[in-house]
C-alpha cells in the first residue's frame, strides 16, 4: 500500500485492478445485440429496437414538415438575401428552426436511447439590431438548420425499412398465392413464385439491419447537430470541472483545519504543559529534580517528534516533497513503497507544470493503492511519459480485472481529479484481467 494516499478521496473504494461493478448502461447507448444480457438490460435492448421502429413510422411526418419547411427557407432566403425583408425573415427562420429542434430531441431521447442536451440560448444584447446579428452568428440555429435538411431523407429511409420493405417481403413471399387468385387458369411459373419469395425473404432478413443503420444515423445527426456547439460544450465541460475543482479543495482546506486543530494542537498544547512542568521541576523548592527533569524532556522530545511527523504526513498531502525533483524522482519512490513489485519506465522529455506533476502523482499514489488493496495483482506496470506538450500515465496489473469507473468509486473520483486539469482517464479491464489505466493530460495549463 502506498504511504501516499490521493488527498481528498477516500481509500476504501473499488480496485482499479479488481472486480468493481460497472455504472448502468448510459443514456444514449443501447447495449450491443448479441449481449443484451438478462433482465432489466433485455428488457432495455428490446425497448430500445421497439423505440427505433417507432421512431421510424412517427417521425416521418415531423421529418417531412420540418424538412420542407428548412428547404423552404434556404430557397426564400437566397431569394430575399438582396431585399430589405431578407435580413430579417432570415432572423426569424433561424429561430424557427431552433424552436423545431426541441421535439427532434425529445423524440430521439424518448425513442432511441439517446440523450442529447439541450443548446444553451440565444445570446441577448442590447438593441434590436444586435439582437438579429446574434442570431445570424448564432452556430446553434445554422446546425439545426442543416438537421433538419439531413433528417428529411434519414426519415424516408427509416420509414421505407420499418413499413415499406416489410410489405414488400409480405407482397413478395405471398406472390404464388396472388397469382392464383388472380388468374387460377394460368399455368404454374414454379421458378419465377421460388425467386419471388427468395426475394422476399433476403429483403425481410436485411429490413432490421435498415432499420438499426437508420436508428444508428439518427442518433449520431442528433448529437451531432442539436446538442451544444463546441465552444458551449468547452466550456460546460470547465464549468464542471472547477466546481469538482472548488469543492475539492474547500474539503482538503476544512479536512486540514480539523487536523490542525484536532491533532497537530493539541500535541502543541501537550508539549507546552510538558514544558511548563519541566519549568516547575528546574524551580522546585528543593533544587532542580534530575529524574523528573530527564523524564519530562523524554517526553518533550517524543511530543515534539510526533507533531513534526504529523506536520510532514499534512504538508505532503498539499505539495508531496518528493515532487521538488519532478516525477522522474517522484514516481519511483512511490512505487518503491507499494507491496506489489512495480516496474517503472519513465520518459520524462520535458517538465510538466506544477498543477499537473500534483495531478499525476496523486493518480499514480491512487491507482497504485487500488492495486495493491483490490486487484490481487502479482506484479504491476507503470509508465510516464511527458513530451510534446502531453503526459501520459499508465499503471498495467495482472490482477483479476473488471475494473470501470461508476458512482462512489476511486476511478470515479480521479476522472473528476483529471477533468479539473483538462485531463482524460481511460479503463481497459475485462474480466480476468489484466488491467490497464491510462491517463491523458495536458504538460501546460
Given at each position: ?74 430557397y426564400a432566403g437566397t431569394l ?139 442518433r449520431r445527426l442528433a448529437a ?76 518533550a522530545r517524543t511530543q515534539n ?141
Amino acid at each position: 500500500m502506498t504511504d501516499t494516499p490521493a488527498p481528498g478521496r477516500p481509500q476504501d473504494r473499488p480496485a482499479v485492478g479488481g472486480a468493481a461493478p460497472s455504472g448502468p448502461t448510459g443514456a444514449g447507448t443501447p447495449p450491443a445485440p448479441g449481449g443484451a444480457g438478462t433482465g432489466p438490460e433485455r428488457r432495455r435492448y428490446f425497448s430500445v429496437r421497439a423505440g427505433e421502429w417507432v421512431f421510424a413510422v412517427v417521425g416521418l411526418p415531423l421529418a417531412l414538415l420540418c424538412g420542407a419547411y428548412a428547404l423552404a427557407v434556404v430557397y426564400a432566403g437566397t431569394l430575399l438575401s438582396l431585399t430589405v425583408v431578407g435580413l430579417p425573415f432570415v432572423v426569424l427562420a433561424l429561430l424557427g428552426a431552433r424552436g423545431l429542434g426541441t421535439p427532434h430531441r425529445l423524440l430521439v431521447g424518448a425513442l432511441l436511447g439517446a440523450s442529447v442536451a439541450p443548446p444553451a440560448g440565444v445570446p441577448r444584447p442590447d438593441g434590436l439590431l444586435a439582437r438579429g446579428r446574434a442570431v445570424l452568428t448564432d452556430p446553434v440555429a445554422w446546425r439545426t438548420l442543416l438537421y433538419l435538411v439531413l433528417r428529411l431523407p434519414l426519415g424516408l429511409l427509416g420509414f421505407a425499412a420499418a413499413v415499406v420493405l416489410p410489405l414488400a417481403c409480405g407482397w413478395l413471399v405471398g406472390f404464388p398465392l396472388w397469382g392464383r387468385l388472380l388468374e387460377p387458369a394460368s399455368p404454374p411459373g414454379i421458378r419465377l413464385d421460388a425467386l419471388s419469395v427468395l426475394l422476399g425473404l433476403v429483403l425481410l432478413a436485411a429490413a432490421p439491419g435498415v432499420l438499426r443503420l437508420s436508428a444508428g444515423a439518427n442518433r449520431r445527426l442528433a448529437a451531432l447537430l442539436l446538442g451544444p456547439a463546441r465552444a458551449q460544450r468547452r466550456v460546460r465541460e470547465l464549468e464542471a470541472a472547477r466546481a469538482v475543482l472548488l469543492a475539492e479543495n474547500g474539503d482538503r482546506l476544512r479536512r486540514l483545519e480539523r487536523d490542525l486543530h484536532d491533532g497537530t494542537q493539541a500535541r502543541l498544547v501537550a508539549l507546552a504543559i510538558t514544558l511548563s512542568l519541566t519549568e516547575d521541576a528546574l524551580d522546585g523548592a528543593d533544587g532542580p529534580d534530575l529524574a523528573r527533569l530527564r523524564t519530562l524532556l523524554d517526553r518533550a522530545r517524543t511530543q515534539n517528534e510526533e507533531t513534526v511527523a504529523e506536520l510532514r504526513l499534512l504538508t505532503r498531502g498539499i505539495h508531496p516533497v518528493a515532487l521538488d525533483g519532478g516525477l522522474g524522482d517522484a514516481l519511483p519512490g512511490l512505487t518503491a513503497t507499494s507491496p506489489v513489485p512495480v516496474s517503472v519506465r519513465l520518459d520524462l522529455a520535458e517538465r510538466p507544470d506544477e498543477a499537473i506533476e500534483r495531478a499525476v502523482y496523486f493518480c499514480a499514489a491512487e491507482l497504485l493503492t487500488n492495486v495493491a488493496r483490490h486487484s490481487g495483482a502479482r506484479t504491476a506496470a507503470l509508465a510516464a511519459t511527458a513530451r510534446d506538450g502531453r503526459v501520459r500515465l499508465t499503471v498495467r496489473d495482472d490482477g483479476r480485472g473488471g475494473a470501470a469507473p461508476g458512482g462512489g468509486t476511486g476511478l470515479a473520483g480521479l476522472v473528476e481529479r483529471l477533468a479539473a486539469v483538462d485531463g482524460t482517464l481511460r479503463v481497459d479491464s475485462p474480466p480476468g484481467g489484466p488491467t490497464e489505466v491510462t491517463a491523458e493530460l495536458p504538460a501546460r495549463l
